[in-house]
Protein backbone atom coordinates (compact mmCIF):
# COMPACT_ATOMS: atom_id res chain seq x y z
CA UNK A 1 0.00 0.00 0.00
CA UNK A 2 3.03 2.23 0.14
CA UNK A 3 5.42 2.98 -2.41
CA UNK A 4 8.76 4.59 -1.31
CA UNK A 5 10.58 6.32 -3.74
CA UNK A 6 14.00 7.93 -3.11
CA UNK A 7 14.75 11.08 -5.09
CA UNK A 8 18.49 11.90 -5.17
CA UNK A 9 21.14 14.38 -6.77
CA UNK A 10 23.27 11.12 -7.36
CA UNK A 11 23.38 7.92 -9.30
CA UNK A 12 21.75 5.03 -7.57
CA UNK A 13 25.07 3.77 -7.61
CA UNK A 14 26.44 6.18 -5.67
CA UNK A 15 23.65 5.87 -2.83
CA UNK A 16 25.55 3.98 -0.51
CA UNK A 17 25.68 5.46 3.44
CA UNK A 18 22.60 4.46 5.37
CA UNK A 19 20.17 3.48 2.31
CA UNK A 20 19.51 -0.25 2.50
CA UNK A 21 17.94 -0.49 -0.90
CA UNK A 22 14.11 -2.31 -1.22
CA UNK A 23 13.23 -4.35 -4.03
CA UNK A 24 10.00 -2.47 -4.06
CA UNK A 25 11.50 0.90 -4.00
CA UNK A 26 11.47 3.12 -6.52
CA UNK A 27 14.86 5.39 -7.45
CA UNK A 28 14.42 9.51 -8.95
CA UNK A 29 17.65 10.57 -9.96
CA UNK A 30 17.65 14.66 -9.71
CA UNK A 31 21.40 14.92 -11.39
CA UNK A 32 21.00 17.74 -13.73
CA UNK A 33 17.68 19.30 -13.39
CA UNK A 34 17.34 22.41 -12.24
CA UNK A 35 14.82 23.73 -9.11
CA UNK A 36 12.10 23.82 -12.26
CA UNK A 37 12.72 20.11 -13.71
CA UNK A 38 13.15 18.53 -10.67
CA UNK A 39 10.02 19.98 -9.13
CA UNK A 40 7.99 18.53 -12.36
CA UNK A 41 9.86 15.54 -12.29
CA UNK A 42 8.86 15.15 -8.73
CA UNK A 43 5.23 16.26 -9.26
CA UNK A 44 5.08 13.89 -11.92
CA UNK A 45 5.17 10.65 -9.49
CA UNK A 46 1.76 11.94 -8.06
CA UNK A 47 3.02 12.12 -5.07
CA UNK A 48 1.03 12.00 -1.57
CA UNK A 49 3.72 12.84 0.85
CA UNK A 50 7.08 14.55 -0.15
CA UNK A 51 9.46 14.08 3.27
CA UNK A 52 12.66 16.65 2.58
CA UNK A 53 15.70 15.43 4.26
CA UNK A 54 17.82 18.43 3.53
CA UNK A 55 16.34 21.87 4.85
CA UNK A 56 18.97 24.35 4.81
CA UNK A 57 21.64 22.00 4.45
CA UNK A 58 20.66 22.15 0.73
CA UNK A 59 19.78 25.56 -0.17
CA UNK A 60 19.84 25.48 -3.64
CA UNK A 61 16.78 22.61 -3.58
CA UNK A 62 14.56 25.20 -1.72
CA UNK A 63 12.86 25.80 -4.49
CA UNK A 64 11.93 22.58 -5.24
CA UNK A 65 9.85 22.41 -1.88
CA UNK A 66 8.57 25.54 -2.11
CA UNK A 67 7.34 24.80 -5.44
CA UNK A 68 5.48 21.84 -3.16
CA UNK A 69 5.55 19.28 -5.65
CA UNK A 70 3.28 16.47 -3.31
CA UNK A 71 0.18 16.58 -2.43
CA UNK A 72 1.74 17.12 1.10
CA UNK A 73 5.29 18.25 2.36
CA UNK A 74 6.92 17.29 5.71
CA UNK A 75 10.61 19.09 6.68
CA UNK A 76 12.75 15.88 7.97
CA UNK A 77 15.85 17.81 9.10
CA UNK A 78 15.39 18.45 12.89
CA UNK A 79 16.12 21.88 13.16
CA UNK A 80 16.17 23.56 16.13
CA UNK A 81 14.21 26.33 14.85
CA UNK A 82 11.19 27.00 12.45
CA UNK A 83 12.20 27.17 7.87
CA UNK A 84 10.29 30.35 8.01
CA UNK A 85 8.77 28.97 4.96
CA UNK A 86 5.47 28.76 4.25
CA UNK A 87 6.07 25.39 1.82
CA UNK A 88 5.92 22.45 4.39
CA UNK A 89 2.69 21.20 6.05
CA UNK A 90 4.67 20.12 9.18
CA UNK A 91 8.14 19.29 10.50
CA UNK A 92 9.20 16.49 12.05
CA UNK A 93 11.47 16.35 15.53
CA UNK A 94 12.03 13.83 18.05
CA UNK A 95 11.93 14.51 21.67
CA UNK A 96 15.93 15.23 22.00
CA UNK A 97 15.52 17.98 19.39
CA UNK A 98 12.26 19.58 20.83
CA UNK A 99 11.09 18.19 23.58
CA UNK A 100 7.55 17.58 23.82
CA UNK A 101 5.53 20.53 25.71
CA UNK A 102 8.53 22.45 24.89
CA UNK A 103 7.13 25.87 23.27
CA UNK A 104 7.79 25.59 19.46
CA UNK A 105 8.72 28.82 17.82
CA UNK A 106 7.70 27.18 14.65
CA UNK A 107 5.77 28.37 11.61
CA UNK A 108 5.06 25.41 11.18
CA UNK A 109 3.27 22.56 12.94
CA UNK A 110 5.91 19.76 14.40
CA UNK A 111 5.24 15.82 14.48
CA UNK A 112 6.69 14.31 17.06
CA UNK A 113 8.19 10.59 16.45
CA UNK A 114 9.79 8.46 18.69
CA UNK A 115 13.09 7.84 19.21
CA UNK A 116 16.25 9.78 17.79
CA UNK A 117 16.16 11.72 14.36
CA UNK A 118 19.89 10.05 13.85
CA UNK A 119 18.53 7.11 11.97
CA UNK A 120 21.76 5.63 10.46
CA UNK A 121 24.14 3.00 10.92
CA UNK A 122 27.90 4.20 11.23
CA UNK A 123 29.61 1.74 9.19
CA UNK A 124 33.35 2.99 9.44
CA UNK A 125 35.37 2.28 12.29
CA UNK A 126 35.13 4.83 15.46
CA UNK A 127 36.29 4.98 18.61
CA UNK A 128 34.67 4.48 21.22
CA UNK A 129 32.42 7.40 23.01
CA UNK A 130 34.28 7.65 26.55
CA UNK A 131 33.57 10.27 29.21
CA UNK A 132 34.38 13.71 28.03
CA UNK A 133 38.19 14.59 29.65
CA UNK A 134 36.86 17.36 32.43
Request: proline share 10%; hydrophobic share 50%.
Amino acid sequence: RVAVHLLADCARADVDAGYDAQPQDGFVSLVGLDAAQAAARIAALDLDLLVDLNGYSAPDRLAVVVARPARRVLGWFNSFATSGLDAYDAVIADAVVLPPGAPPEFDEPVVHVPGCHLTFEVRHPAPEVVPPPV
